[in-house]
């Protein structure tokens, strides 16, 4: 227990989780996000978009200010792989020549993730939500000046947006005049709004689809390293073997290690080299990480760590991710 003096607060000390700490590169680089349907074009497709991605890897590298000590700052590349929307392929077909045109280009993926390990449960802990829901439960949407709370919550639609909607039109009572439309408005524009409204997830015969832009929040934020479960870090990375890839998708881990000396997976800072089609969506997952509760003690931890090692970070967690989308790509 703890406190001392009159008005002292006493509670147990198992009340306060402990916040595990993670290892923290200077940058996360995502070196690419395809569809299946890209997989499906083969093999000169891949090695096509892994030579567009090779100069921004280089560009990224140098654009790390070194540190006051003269060490270089750590960088790891990362993958993320879609086997949550369709699996046109078992990752034995598809993963070894991902790896092999990567490797062509002179390039290294570290870290391969499954985005399907974005939205399920842990195994080891089936009690709980998988890490979408966790996420889910942390976002807090900013009401709009002068909101009445007509629209319902996000946890009953699913949709969060970044300003107010046009106000939805009500059938008028019998010789009233008719309401005049109002624009939808963004939360803090500066000069004129650009209104985003985001779908976080869909439902059909009670399944949950959780939306694309949704998962790559939470994939952002697992990069981050501001991801806790009651203080326990969630989708750390397991040891694999890239000449080892299963016939299941459902028997890889969510996260592999697929290069035992890269820097750490988590990092101060992400960017992330996609196709231009992704625009949108990661325009809207900024909109989900700025009305996102990030864990006190995760960021805590990142502030403090970064500002020792002379590499301070903003306060704000979106203005840590970055974009490239080189044209072709």
Partial sequence: MTGTGTGAVFQETSAQPRT??????????????????????????L??????????VEAARASLPPLPDGK????????????????LATPAELLPPLLK????????????????????TDPRRPERGGLAEFVLGRLVETPPAGSRGFRPPLSRTGWLT???????????AALSAAPSWQPPSETGARGHSVFVDVELWDENADRRTWSCAFLAAVWQLARLGLLRDNGRAVLT????????????????????????SAAPFTAYYTCSVLPSRFLPVEH????????????????GQV????????????????????YVFPPGL
């Fill in 101 to 120: 045109a990567a490797e062509q280009a002179g390039l290294t993926i570290d870290y391969l993730a499954r985005e399907s390990g974005c939205a399920a």
């Fill in 47 to 56: 090695r096509g978009h892994f030579a567009a991605v090779r100069p921004w």
């Fill in 162 to 172: 970044n300003g107010r909607r046009a106000p939805a039109q009500r059938t008028a």
């Fill in 72 to 87: 270089r700052p750590r960088m790891s590349t990362c993958f993320l792989i879609d086997d949550y929307f369709s699996r």
């Fill in 237 to 260: 990375p397991t040891g694999w073997d890239p000449a080892a890839f299963p016939d299941d998708w459902d028997a890889l881990p969510p996260l592999l290690r697929l290069n035992p």
């Fill in 20 to 45: 595990e700490a993670v290892p923290f590169a200077h940058l996360s680089l995502e070196l690419g996000h395809l569809y299946m349907e890209d997989f499906a074009e083969g093999p000169e497709r």
């Fill in 303 to 322: 502030v403090r760590r970064s500002a020792d090692e002379g590499f301070p970070v903003p306060a704000g967690v979106v203005e840590r991710t970055s």
């Fill in 284 to 299: 809207a997952v900024r909109v989900i990480l700025e009305q996102t509760q990030v864990d006190a003690g995760a960021l």
